[in-house]
């Protein structure tokens, strides 16, 4: 039951082993050209994009859409050049000098209170320290939604259902984990795009698709396989989650 919020998948890359970084978390930038390809045209058929903080600052850059055909398409459907980008923490722990802030790219902030007065500290430290110049394009984000939970968690429920409200129908989950893990738990998963890679990762700290405290086989989420494409040497598996019918 969707709930009235937006679709959602996630889209990932991964080794052969299920892992979607090596042990030390570096950028996954081991998908072929195909890949970044195919992620490149999820992204572009959706309305926003939401990731964690941990993916951000490992890659410190978000992938936008490069492919004038794409961005063609997205104008004549009336959309803007570019998905919103939502960023997600309850700390709002992030690096305001990034090259993310500096992306043509609309910015948002899906946070807790105190992660939303986090960043504006941090902001009013980093103006400190700039040019005259600089302060005119501090690094920000357009909107900073907050959604929490009586436990000062992040509402990711209310947080969808609201984006509903900004004409957000379809939205893409690019990592990490812990929040695809979080979704899962609320039945909040549409879809997945699982690109397996050819390689072998290996390591106990290395983070998977789905991280948290995992399910047990009874209560795990169950997918139905959609389609299956194998080019060169990975192999994309689309899933669509399997939900009762009403």
């Known amino acids: 039951m969707l709930q009235h919020r937006p679709t959602t998948t996630v889209v990932l890359a991964m080794s052969a082993d299920g892992k979607i970084a090596d042990f030390r978390r570096s950028p996954a930038r081991f998908g072929s050209k195909v890949d970044k390809a195919h992620l490149?045209?999820?992204?572009?058929?959706?309305?926003a994009v939401l990731f964690g903080a941990g993916t951000l600052s490992a890659y410190g850059t978000t992938l936008t859409v490069t492919d004038p055909t794409l961005v063609q398409h997205r104008v004549q459907e009336g959309k803007p050049e570019q998905p919103v980008h939502i960023v997600t923490t309850s700390s709002a722990n992030l690096n305001p000098e990034i090259r993310f802030f500096k992306q043509p790219?609309?910015?948002?902030?899906?946070?807790?209170?105190?992660g939303a007065l986090s960043w504006k500290e941090r902001l009013q430290t980093l103006a400190?320290?700039?040019g005259t110049e600089e302060q005119k394009c501090p690094p920000e984000f357009e909107q900073i939604l907050v959604f929490e939970t009586p436990t000062r968690e992040i509402d990711i429920l209310a947080a969808l259902k609201h984006l509903a409200t900004l004409h957000i129908t379809r939205l893409v989950i690019l990592g990490g984990g812990e929040l695809v893990a979080s979704l899962l738990a609320l039945d909040l998963i549409d879809e997945l795009w699982l690109t397996v890679c050819p390689l072998i990762l290996g390591g106990n700290t290395a983070p998977t698709p789905v991280e948290g405290k995992g399910f047990l086989p009874d209560l795990a989420p169950k997918l139905q396989l959609i389609e299956v494409q194998t080019v060169e040497q990975e192999v994309?598996?689309?899933y669509r989650l399997q939900r009762p019918v009403d």
């Open 105 to 114: 790219v609309r910015r948002w902030l899906l946070t807790t209170t105190a």
């Open 236 to 238: 994309f598996l689309h």
């Open 40 to 47: 490149e045209k999820q992204i572009a058929a959706a309305d």
């Open 128 to 130: 400190s320290t700039l």
